[in-house]
């Protein structure tokens, strides 16, 4: 069983996941996508839907404070109302919540208690190995060989570190979570309150707890003017002096185990209400994350146990496989369709919206971080891939999707290379047209991606009917003024985007143009896909070789605008 420290997720996402990325209401939901990826990401990892979130009831508990007043007081930011959740990430919270209970995954908090608590409860309490995942250090004094608890940490480059008590001696020097939470009391932690012993650090600790064996024989042996195993007289002093204080510490760290929690953790995960996690997702721009927990949720073994090890199941994958591409229902006989020409049509024909997001905008050096093929809303499959580069803050900024996250959740960039090709080859042997929006920038990357990870493929070769809105948009309203980009595009068309630059919602933008442009020309909505691809490459040589001559006529002589099509 996994148990997500919710709280220390949610904060870790909010201060690390960009904050542009926001609802219909402009809202920051950039902590709701963080928590949902990572719970996908677990999910993932040990091949198990056995996940419970556990959150803070009370994230200040009484009985606590009674103990020590000034635990976590120096977090409080609304003085007022007793509160660290900055407004930002409060009002994300419900939404995440309601995400996850549609999603089967069950939401645990009891009153006047912090999710800590509810953690050490349920890991007394599993019959099966448990693994905490959290950053938080405090935790790591619940792991125990005996009752198979682990601890899963998050590290930098979207690494994750398994800690079990085998662990502990190397990394922190002390045998076992109980150590581990004396040494942590004589260290301190100021971002909680809890002062330690002044001058001694973790490795002092760690040092004294191996040679004196508890917090109770160091304290002893400093009352007894012991000098040697690192207890120095000026450490014996402050032990002496703070002897009250590490106590009080050690209380206020150690987690309950018997809070009333509710739930039966035989029955976890709870039953997937996909309308319910629809409508709980509906206009919060967090599509791609909560179709990478349904697909996580799907792939899983149901019957699973967390391993303890904290290795990856090798059923693991970063790829966001939603529903594969499915051929639509039968068309009607040619008898009942207007004339042979718009039988033959590519506007009468199986259209799939395709798109990139890129780590750059040179389709010769660029590389895929997330693709998709969209049908319809309900049809689509979509990828995630690790680059195998650092993704640069310019193109982070565009689509939100940082080399950390990508690490952690992608799939090697030459696998998800080669099932976009055999996606593409399936869908020209069935007759379907691709459409994308100045797909020949995302058809260029992937020659390039192709070259680089499946030299073997001939890329040109496997390509289904092409259909690109920009160069349509522009043959049919040459002379329109303002930008052509996508966003832009579609408010002209009166076309839904409600979120720019994630591949799946641009697919499926740019189809819903092709769509609106075939209804306004129905002269190039009869053409068949043959001369759709033929006229779409004059069209494009001649848009190119007008720009190129009013750049020339605006002082830039030696402007050269490439007219290559579907592919530069």
């Not at 000026?234 to 987690?255: G, S």
């Not at 039966?264 to 319910?276: K, T």
């Not at 009917?465 to 832009?488: A, H, P």
């Not at 001559?549 to 002589?557: P, T, V, Y």
Request: hydrophobic share 45%; proline share 6%; glycine share 6%.
């Amino acid at each position: 069983m996994v148990l997500i420290d919710t709280p220390a997720l949610y904060y870790r996402a909010f201060y690390s996941v960009p904050d542009s990325i926001v609802n219909d209401e402009g809202q920051p939901v950039n902590a709701v996508r963080g928590v949902l990826d990572a719970i996908a990401q677990m999910i993932r990892r040990f091949d198990s839907p056995r996940v419970v979130a556990t959150m803070d009831a009370d994230w200040r508990p009484a009985f606590r404070t009674a103990i020590m007043p000034e635990y976590k007081a120096a977090r409080i930011k609304d003085a007022e109302a007793g509160t660290e959740i900055p407004p930002e990430l409060a009002v994300q919270l419900p939404i995440m919540t309601r995400v996850l209970r549609s999603a089967g995954i069950p939401i645990a908090e009891v009153d006047g208690t912090e999710a800590d608590d509810v953690i050490a409860t349920m890991a007394a309490q599993s019959r099966t190995p448990v693994v905490v995942v959290s950053p938080d250090r405090d935790l790591l004094a619940l792991i125990d060989a005996a009752a198979d608890v682990s601890v899963l940490r998050p590290r930098k480059g979207g690494e994750w570190e398994a800690i079990t008590q085998a662990d502990l001696p190397e990394a922190y020097g002390v045998p076992d979570g109980t150590r581990y939470r004396e040494l942590a009391a004589m260290r301190g932690d100021p971002s909680d309150g809890l002062p330690g012993a002044p001058g001694i650090g973790e490795k002092t600790a760690a040092t004294l707890l191996s040679n004196f064996g508890s917090l109770a024989s160091i304290i002893k042996a400093a009352k007894a003017g012991v000098k040697t195993g690192g207890l120095s007289p000026k450490r014996a002093a402050t032990l002496i002096e703070e002897e009250d204080t590490l106590y009080k510490t050690i209380e206020v760290m150690r987690c309950l185990t018997d809070v009333a929690h509710g739930l039966d953790l035989e029955s976890v995960p709870g039953e997937l209400d996909r309308p319910a996690v629809e409508m709980a997702a509906r206009g919060q721009n967090i599509r791609r994350s909560v179709d990478n927990l349904i697909a996580a949720l799907g792939s899983a073994d149901t019957d699973s146990g967390a391993k303890a090890s904290g290795r990856p199941s090798p059923m693991a994958t970063g790829t966001s496989t939603i529903a594969p591409i499915q051929a639509p229902a039968p068309q009607p006989s040619a008898a009942s369709v207007p004339s042979s020409s718009t039988a033959d049509s590519w506007s009468q024909s199986r259209l799939v919206g395709f798109d990139l997001e890129t780590t750059g905008v040179d389709p010769s050096t660029a590389r895929i971080v997330t693709a998709a093929f969209v049908e319809s809303v309900d049809n689509s499959r979509t990828w995630l891939a690790d680059p195998g580069v650092e993704i640069p803050e310019p193109a982070r900024a565009v689509h939100g999707i940082t080399t950390e996250f990508a690490q952690a959740n992608g799939a090697p960039v030459a696998e998800v290379v080669a099932e976009l090709c055999t996606v593409l080859s399936d869908l020209r042997s069935e007759g379907a047209v691709v459409v994308g929006h100045n797909i020949v920038y995302d058809l260029s990357v992937m020659a390039a991606e192709v070259k680089r990870h499946q030299p073997h493929i001939d890329f040109a070769a496997l390509l289904p009917t092409i259909v690109d809105t920009f160069v349509l948009d522009k043959r049919i309203e040459q002379f329109r003024r303002g930008k052509r980009t996508l966003t832009e595009t579609a408010k002209r068309w009166k076309v839904t985007l409600l979120d720019a630059h994630d591949a799946a919602a641009d697919a499926l933008a740019a189809l819903d143009i092709s769509r609106a442009l075939a209804e306004s020309s129905e002269q190039i909505a009869n053409l068949t896909r043959a001369d759709i691809m033929s006229a779409q490459g004059d069209w494009k040589r001649a848009q190119a070789a007008d720009l190129q001559s009013w750049l020339r006529r605006k002082g830039n002589a030696e402007a050269v605008v490439d007219g290559s099509w579907p592919m530069a």
